[in-house]
């Protein structure tokens, strides 16, 4: 059975920074491209970010560009993004994704609020 | 960007309805459209990709069709299960981008 579990979230004040964490089971993660995909409490979906499958390729969506990096580990299989100068307009639920265009599976979310 | 409209926003309707829900891009995406259901609290289910083609073990009551820039879903028998809210999101071109969502509602 494929497995996405997302973790990290929390509460963290405008202008931190936040590391999430995708643990990645049943498939061969090294394989597939990867997504983080977000949900602002009541809107939704925006892809965010995608990672190629040896990870030596990335791609943001402009409203991320310069604050997030996303990475991976595949001897881990694990998913990355690391949050920095995060904004009130961050706050949502950030999901991990498989695929390279579409989403096959999807975790179950983590929640990142950002506030003071 | 590639806008994705859908609509209705919501939609009422009972077990066993046949319903159709429609997603319209603002450019030509040809046939580069997935669509997904969310149930609350969940994180999406990819149903259909490339407009029509069914996602390996999805039930066959789920249909998509369209090109160019308007596309539906149907669901051809509403089960309890599908009670929830259905996204199309469009892979012509990066930044990929979602519609807002269609709610099936009771």
């Known amino acids: 059975e494929v497995r996405l579990v997302e973790s990290g979230g929390g509460l963290v004040q405008p202008g931190g920074s936040l590391r999430l964490s995708c643990g990645a089971s049943?498939?061969?993660?090294?394989?597939?491209?990867m997504n983080w995909v977000r949900q602002a409490p009541g809107k939704g979906l925006e892809w965010i970010a995608n990672i190629t499958s040896s990870g030596f390729i990335t791609l943001y969506a402009e409203s991320v560009k310069g604050r997030f990096t996303i990475s991976r580990d595949n001897a881990k299989n694990s998913l990355f993004l690391q949050m920095n100068s995060l904004r009130a307009e961050d706050t949502a639920t950030y999901f991990c994704a498989s695929g390279t265009a579409y989403f096959h599976n999807w975790g179950q979310g983590t929640l990142v609020t950002v506030s003071s | 960007d590639i806008q994705m409209t859908q609509s209705p926003s919501t939609l009422s309707a009972s077990v066993g309805d046949k319903v159709t829900l429609t997603c319209r891009a603002s450019q030509n995406i040809r046939t580069w459209l997935a669509w997904y259901r969310q149930k609350a609290g969940k994180g999406p289910h990819l149903l259909i990709f490339?407009?029509?083609n069914l996602e390996t073990g999805v039930p066959s009551r789920f249909s998509g069709s369209g090109s160019g820039t308007e596309f539906t879903l149907t669901i051809s028998s509403l089960q309890a299960d599908d009670f929830a809210t259905y996204y199309c999101?469009?892979?012509?071109?990066?930044?990929?981008?979602f519609g807002q969502g269609t709610k099936v509602e009771i």
């Open positions: 999101q469009q892979y012509n071109s990066y930044p990929w981008t």
């Open positions: 049943g498939f061969t993660f090294s394989d597939y491209e």
């Open positions: 490339e407009a029509s």
